[in-house]
């Protein structure tokens, strides 16, 4: 992913003007409250989160650019029930 879909032009554009990457060492025990809050189990994980680190949406596994391009662009889950 690091190469194919985070090296992308259209992916760095789209991460840079709506999110605040952050990217997690899962072999780091320094990283083991963080991995156990989102139950990550091992990389490599996306997840979505609102500003308070709610969890809006994920994918595990390694995922392309489309699919990557889509979680981003997918609807806050809660938006539907805050109307």
């Given at each position: 992913?690091?190469?194919q879909?985070?090296a992308?032009d259209?992916?760095?554009?789209s991460?840079?003007a709506?999110f605040?990457?952050?990217?997690?060492d899962?072999?780091?025990?320094?990283?083991?409250?963080?991995l156990?809050?989102?139950?990550?189990?091992?990389?490599?994980?996306?997840?979505?989160?609102?500003?308070?680190?709610n969890?809006l949406?994920w994918?595990?596994?390694?995922?392309?650019?489309?699919?990557?391009?889509?979680?981003?662009?997918?609807?806050?889950?809660?938006a539907?029930?805050?109307l």
């Amino acid at each position: 992913m690091k190469r194919q879909v985070w090296a992308d032009d259209e992916v760095m554009t789209s991460v840079n003007a709506q999110f605040i990457p952050v990217a997690i060492d899962v072999d780091d025990p320094d990283n083991a409250a963080v991995l156990a809050r989102y139950n990550v189990g091992g990389a490599p994980v996306t997840i979505i989160t609102d500003s308070q680190g709610n969890a809006l949406r994920w994918r595990a596994g390694g995922i392309g650019k489309s699919e990557f391009l889509e979680l981003l662009r997918a609807p806050n889950p809660s938006a539907a029930t805050d109307l």
